[in-house]
């Protein structure tokens, strides 16, 4: 099962137009198609679909996480561009300024223009680069 796959995430967006300006002002990628009735992204070596839906925004859990080597310059670059990081206390998961810090392992949430919940995150326990092997040696 599974042989001959790869995998995409998918977004729902109310307003396809505004979400395209979006990927695009914010995190200056265009489309490599725009084709199964809507915009695909790709970001990290993963397809990202944004289709337009009415039910855009209303998942309230973490909709697509990025994992980054270095979060502060990515919010920095993403708080430039109009992005607000949300702040959280909530038992188990405090932030501060936007962040949590877990041991050392770092992450950050944010919204997109239709209300999805995207996250960043910087482990600790490997560095991105041992992350993509691990996964790529998964995947042979």
């Given at each position: 099962m599974f042989e001959n796959s790869m995998t995409m995430a998918v977004l729902a967006a109310s307003d396809l137009e505004r979400a395209q300006r979006f990927w695009h002002d914010t995190f200056g990628l265009d489309p490599v198609s725009t084709d199964m009735g809507g915009a695909t992204y790709v970001v990290g070596g993963v397809a990202v679909?944004?289709?337009?839906?009415e039910f855009a925004g209303t998942n309230k859990a973490t909709a697509l996480g990025i994992m980054t080597d270095d979060l502060d310059r990515d919010m920095a670059v993403l708080r430039?561009?109009?992005?607000?990081?949300h702040d959280y206390?909530?038992?188990?998961?405090?932030t501060?300024?936007?962040v949590v810090d877990d041991e050392g392992e770092r992450g950050a949430w944010f919204d997109d223009s239709e209300g999805n919940i995207l996250s960043l995150?910087?482990?600790?326990a490997v560095t991105l680069d041992q992350a993509k092997q691990m996964l790529a040696a998964a995947s042979a």
């Open positions: 679909l944004v289709y337009e839906s430039s561009k109009g992005i607000v990081f206390d909530l038992p188990g998961l405090k501060e300024n936007g995150a910087q482990p600790k």
